[in-house]
């Protein structure tokens, strides 16, 4: 008779350049999922509201923002990757592709790319990895790189340095339905902001997203939706056990869940008229989120593009950045403002001259 | 290169009679927001509940119930009528049309009947609206004024007193199914309570009724699945850098969340066997809600009419109070009743005669 | 003119062997109230996440796990059963029967079998009831008996102890679709774990199911959302006005969540290659529930059976136990382990032979 408490996830020894997870479960999107994640973060792009007008863009029916896509993706993977990681470092190259419906069934594969042990701890290492989402069609609807630093289970263990020659060809490109007439659209052009087309922007202007929104509890919720039980984030009594283990000393909040937050902070002022997301060039979690903070965000324009084939379309290069406040210490004056994510974010943009009413 | 904060939202000297509101975003009812208004609100009518017997009833599925319909539309308005309004003072004449299923897209459109400016403070005025709500085909699901004082962005603006002579004509009725037999509703008319048919109910009567519900900081996620964004209820941060400037110095409920409630909350004892609300006369939020608070209600009988062209139906004619207690001050004994709701609300009830078992 | 104050539910008096409830409302399970039971609970069986896995498994689509059957037909008969109710006693012999899908509308029906007055104390009694839960093809998908101590209105009333002779003769088997061939499951088996198949399995060993995870006010939501009203759930004023009177003078969290959350904790551990629960022996909630609380679970395996008639299942008994912990007393050393729930639990499990790749 044992008693017998399993251990999930790996450690740094268990990753090898090459190895394929094929991470568990999977994901139908349901419309309780949807409705959480799509409207908790203030999105405004009629797209992912009024099936209506995503009908009329040509799409078959309301869009899964590419935060909610992210999510139900990354979750899959945290089991198999990061249940033993020290950190999540940064995303690289995350790309969009298919566009994702309610009734989708998402399911994700992860490759190892590189295993780098840390020269100055021996307790530790990088696992680079490569993920693809995909649907039940088994088109491609997302495709990620991940840096993680991660534990080992045995401080003693050697671990190689070693990577891939190139990662997986894995095709991952926005597909975003064709475009029609001026005419055609012009009819709900009313549903998003007047001021959000291509050639409203310009490079080096940075907007301060008006609106904040505080997390709350809510946050342990949204987090089981997704699946993703991480302990961090859901376990009160573990982090009582022992508060200075923990960052903050309390529940910390899944880094989804601000990455989706800020994403939807921009929207009514970038992202409103756009049909889709290209790539998130690098994004890295800069500071941790509690119940109770309020989180802001700003977009910077860096530069604008054409858009390759798409004489309707411009791409819009930004920086999203999401912060909150602390409470200034001895010496300070006023809140502190503390910087929680960054993104380097593509957009694709509608034009005002194929697009407005 | 600029930083940019958009201000979104109209102040006093943007309104004038006649002008006509196309109003961003619009909003498909997913399963999702249906489950988190129909069932937060502890409404027991089982047209909300229970497809079977919503399609017994002649309905395509199961019925938003008037709480969500108003919501889902009003929320579409915000942004344009009331983001820069110092207080929400009254719903007039809110009608309720076609029944709306999951899945129609709701879109809305206001126009402004007048504009009056403060006679004695020159900082402020009352603009007085006219919104219909309708489906993606068109039918009128609820129409409704509303009448807020919006603040002047500019003191020294001259503002005219001006109106329409009429309102829009929108034609807004309960589209109620027709009538069938006694012997087809019965097998499932043990589903609401045997007691609130037409004919069990006395003008003068007041019921109180006997559930109460807290209201937690969920109310920021429901808010924000109404893409309802304003400030007021969900930044946090906001609030706490000015706290006398906030009502309560606290997040404040938004109000269609309480006008849901006390919907609800009056469900089992006066609403369980009507197929429709037909109008509200009048509303008003007589008090501020927060987390924390538990709402209460009440429903007094005010008369009882025949349904015009119906038999099987009556009207009851009610007034609707909702409220909560603060703890006593000096002086007082016992929590202190206070008033937050107060709507005068027709609804069409079923008779006893035409669909009891 | 009256104010009436509506008093639902029954007293001991009110019941009698034989009798019949046919309950109000009905619920048609939505994908808002699928999102929020199946996820919170942090379940990971793939039938109940990825429609995919689901109709491989020869299912029409999701499935409703077995806590959210149960919750969504036992909160059916809670005013009429145990509104009040001192204390829920005990649930026996339930039994599942017709998959559950998103979109089924299930009604319940309960008979009172026995009715046996307190012979220590003349204001109370046990009421002993058999519930049948029902889709809407009249296809039983629950029933179970309980057993719930109820208060008599009237101390002087006298109550007779009386029993039917037997329950209704009601057929419930859980419907598990056909085998098919190995091959047919392979593709997909690396979505549930590669561990849990029955041959996995020794009776004699406890797993200590590894994750916990905090309830918070999210309670009172849930709770409405399965039309639960029951006040000591959501009322909170009522509970400062009397806190003696009420466990732990604050708002308890309804039954049927921590029920359904040591479920969902035992899944990664005992429930991931599973396609059915079969029947709960007994359950008791052994200890009270509150915001804040951390729940943990633990699954002893206690024998293993053939599945009849099913060469590709086995049959697990198990007892899942529900614990949190509190903060010690004087004299006590660390964190005291309370139980809160016990279940004794056969569930049908895949065997490898049959299922894995």
Known sequence: MAVIRKQRGNY????????????????????????????????????????????????????????????????????????????NLEYVDMRFGAPVYIGDTLEAETTILAVTPSTSNDDRGVVHVFTAGRNQRGEVVIAF??????????????????????????????????YKTREHYAPKAHLANPDTYFEDFTPGDVYEHTRGRVMTEEHIALTGQLDNTSQVHSNQFLIEQN?????????????????????????????????????????????????????????EIRDKRDYPGRADLGVLVTTLRGHKFRKPKEGESGPQKVEIFHLEREIAVHRRSHYSA
Chains 1, 2, 3 share one sequence.
């Open 12 to 87: 740094l020894e268990d990753f090898a350049p090459g190895r394929v997870f094929r991470h568990k479960g999977g994901k139908t999107v349901n419309q309780g999922l949807f409705n959480a994640f799509t409207d908790f973060n203030f999105t405004t792009n009629p797209l992912h509201k009024n099936a209506e007008y995503a009908r009329l863009h040509g799409f078959e029916g309301l869009v899964c923002p590419p935060g909610l896509v992210m999510n139900v993706v990354f979750s899959q993977t945290v089991e198999d990757i990061s249940e033993n990681a020290r950190a």
């Open 145 to 178: 790189e991940r840096k993680v630093q991660v534990w080992k289970r045995d401080v003693k263990a050697k671990v190689e340095d070693a990577q891939l020659e190139k990662r997986p060809a894995v095709e991952c490109h926005p597909v975003i339905p064709l």
């Open 243 to 299: 508060p200075e283990k923990y960052i903050g000393g309390r529940l910390i909040i899944y880094g989804g869940i601000p990455f989706n937050l800020c994403l939807g902070l921009s929207c009514p002022d970038v992202w409103d008229n756009s049909p889709a997301d290209i790539v998130y060039t690098t994004g890295r979690h800069t500071g941790p989120l509690f119940s109770g903070d309020t989180v802001f965000a700003s977009t």
